[in-house]
């Protein structure tokens, strides 16, 4: 075989199957002529939801200003102020179709977020002791990777921080009517499932011995490793180095949370335990750098990251605020002066967990442009205020920029129904469809988005 040949046989899915599925997390390389058959420079379109449970205080999220493109950030908003230009805020759209149906509003908040259908009837107890059953159809994701087929590892990918609730209020994604998907909680788990040759979902421990025996993956693939650097641009080659010591720093993390749980089995805490309260932001953050990572080797496109459950007890510890849980800090009265500011606490720490995942997709570079030019994120929330159960102007974002969707604006809507939202969404992704969830709450894009 010719050593043209050769290189033309190095593609970029060629080298990925070497590692052993991905073992690498390689960026989508914009590779020279005559190297693999795709001579296209357009990028895949991927999605990411990222949810925090609870609502929020509109009064403090919304922009300030007069004009669509001309605002100033809301102060819970203020950790997102660097990617102002990213982002598209929404105000007055409603979860409306969460108003219909059993149990209470949390419940079905939950159920209705991505599916934008009306819970079904069954019998798990909310919070208020009202009964509910699952949603009534798929999440958007799910219909997303199904109707488009990008043929990746995984049509979707499902990470979580603590989301251990197998009811309805602790569910987001649904693979179809009443068929909830439940996230992975443990990044270890996660890390051996996406990028370890050997895989052993659902037992930690097995898993952290893995990590401790596994020579590094880069070492085991670096003959093909430096094959592929030799034959690509200068721009590929810098990518491939970027990302190489992202995996490294990745494994070495993750390494440090099995080694920190087995040397100290007398800690109150174990640092591999996803439940712990005091691992909490550790935890998402690992998660978000396994999403970032999993999208960036294109084993998905379709991915959801969730921040606990509505109705959690979460304090947190990890900020040193160990008096209050998430959900009655959000049912606090408006004028709890003790109570208020750590729930304003919460908030922005929840937006700059939001920044930390646009951080870390702009940090991959993609073509002319980054992974953040190419992703939509989208980040949402059951309810839009705790205290009120409201599911009326919700807080909802859009940023990123797949599908030519025009950021740096403020865009306010008299009573929309977040269903449009949602097909906005499917479209900008390349799924032509003018209804999603529920018909009556339907009417088709919302209009000035697209």
Request: proline share 6%; hydrophobic share 40%; net charge negative.
């Amino acid at each position: 075989m010719s050593r043209r040949r050769t290189v033309r046989h190095l593609t970029r899915r060629t080298f990925l199957r070497r590692a052993g599925q991905a073992a690498l997390a390689l960026p989508l390389l914009q590779l020279p002529r005559g190297v693999g058959a795709q001579g296209s420079q357009d990028h895949p379109r991927r999605l990411i939801v990222f949810y925090q449970p609870n609502g929020t205080k509109k009064e403090l999220w919304s922009p300030r200003g007069g004009s669509e493109k001309n605002f100033e950030m809301g102060p819970l908003l203020r950790p997102l102020d660097t990617f102002r230009e990213r982002l598209v805020l929404f105000d007055g759209v409603d979860l409306a179709v969460a108003g219909e149906g059993p149990g209470g509003p949390h419940q079905r908040g939950m159920a209705s977020l991505l599916t934008g259908e009306i819970i079904t009837e069954g019998d798990f107890v909310g919070g208020d002791g009202r009964r509910a059953g699952w949603a009534g159809g798929p999440s958007l994701d799910q219909v997303l990777a199904r109707e488009l087929r990008p043929g990746t590892t995984f049509d979707t990918l499902e990470l979580g921080v603590r989301c251990k609730e197998a009811v309805p209020r602790g569910r987001l994604i649904y693979r179809d009517r009443e068929q909830p998907v439940p996230p992975i909680d443990d990044p270890l788990v996660a890390y051996e499932r996406l990028f370890a040759r050997t895989q052993t979902p659902g037992d930690p421990e097995a898993t952290a011995r893995l990590l401790h025996k596994r020579r590094s993956v880069l070492d085991a693939v670096a003959g093909d490793f430096d094959a592929l650097y030799r034959r690509v641009t200068a721009e590929d080659r810098a990518k491939l180095e970027q990302h190489a010591t992202s995996l490294r720093n990745l494994e070495q993390r993750l390494e440090a949370i099995a080694s920190t749980s087995a040397c100290q089995p007398d800690a109150p805490l174990d640092v591999g335990d996803p439940m712990a309260e005091a691992y909490f932001e550790q935890i998402a953050k690992a998660q978000i750098d396994l999403m970032v990572s999993a999208m960036a080797c294109d084993l998905t496109r379709f991915g959801s990251l969730q921040c606990s459950t509505s109705v959690n007890a979460l304090r947190f510890t990890f900020d040193g605020l160990d008096r209050f849980q998430g959900h009655s800090l959000s049912h606090a009265g408006d004028g709890n002066a003790s109570m208020q500011p750590h729930w304003d606490h919460h908030l922005l720490w929840y937006s700059g967990l939001l920044a930390y995942l646009l951080a870390a997709l702009r940090a991959v570079p993609e073509g002319d442009g980054t992974l953040l030019d190419n992703t939509l994120v989208l980040a949402v929330n059951e309810l839009s205020r705790g205290n009120t159960h409201s599911h009326a102007d919700m807080p909802f974002i859009l940023a990123g920029g797949a599908g030519g969707l025009l950021t740096g604006r403020h865009l306010t809507y008299d009573g929309a129904s977040h269903n449009d939202l949602l097909v906005s969404v499917m479209n900008l992704l390349g799924l032509e469809t003018q209804s999603f969830g529920h018909p009556d709450f339907c009417t088709g894009p919302l209009t000035g988005l697209i």
